[in-house]
């Protein structure tokens, strides 16, 4: 069984740029959530992907924004980065789509650094 | 919107002590779950509850959900090194969309 697999561990950017952060789900599962957790925080939900469409999301800006593939990969893109972007962003697979009761199996997140 | 508070923020326990950390919900929930992270990994999934007064075992590890599905608690039964992390709870909320809102966490040491 294939786990969560995130890339790259991490990356380094300047205050404006753009950012593509990828995620592989578990062999299975069908649905894609992505997290931001802050130094010392619980991790805050950004969106859910489901279907290839965005089901869910949190108190995040629209330069937050994602997409998932036929084969339920996805990815996170993040426009016009701020310093307060800095942050371990999680990626979770999860095997039945669509709503909040899923158990969650997280990569091991890509650290972002903006500078 | 919808909170999930965690108490205490940290927790320092001799090796052989319990330990307990409380999550409180503002709005009801439909379950509740638990996650373990250590010190430089990723969360890991420990436990869902979902029914009222739901009370789940594992080892040395006992959860309990509320009666009102607004809070919840873990106790860990004489603490061992392997314990270290932070403990997250997560609410999944009534509506039929796939956010879950973690706690703070909980961050326990265990001294040996």
């Known amino acids: 069984e294939t786990g969560v697999t995130q890339s790259p561990t991490h990356l380094i950017k300047t205050r404006g740029q753009q950012v593509t952060l990828r995620c592989s789900s578990q062999?299975?599962?069908?649905?894609v959530s992505w997290y931001q957790q802050a130094l010392g925080q619980g991790p805050q939900f950004i969106f859910q992907y489901y279907r290839e469409e965005e089901n869910g999301r949190g108190n995040f800006p629209p330069r937050f924004s994602g997409l998932q593939f036929p084969n339920y990969s996805s990815e996170l893109n993040v426009n016009a980065l701020e310093l307060d972007d800095s942050a371990l962003y999680l990626c979770?697979?999860?095997?039945?789509?669509?709503?909040?009761?899923?158990?969650?199996?997280f990569g091991n997140g890509t650290r972002l650094t903006v500078t | 919107g919808q909170q999930v508070m965690q108490i205490p923020q940290y927790q320092h326990v001799q090796e052989g002590e319990d330990f307990t950390t409380y999550c409180n919900s503002s709005t009801t929930l439909s379950n509740i779950q638990w996650y373990k992270q250590r010190p430089g990994g990723h969360p890991v999934f420990l436990i869902q509850?979902?029914?009222?007064?739901e009370v789940k075992k594992q080892k040395r590890l006992t959860f309990q959900f509320g009666e009102a599905k607004k809070n919840s608690s873990l106790h860990i039964t004489a603490t061992q090194t392997t314990d270290v992390g932070t403990y997250f709870c997560?609410?999944?909320?009534?509506?039929?969309?796939?956010?879950?809102?973690f706690g703070q966490g909980t961050t326990l040491q265990v001294k040996p």
């Open positions: 979770a697979s999860s095997p039945f789509g669509g709503s909040g009761n899923s158990p969650l199996h």
């Open positions: 997560a609410g999944g909320g009534s509506s039929n969309t796939g956010k879950l809102i």
């Open positions: 509850l979902v029914k009222s007064g």
């Open positions: 062999s299975g599962h069908n649905t």
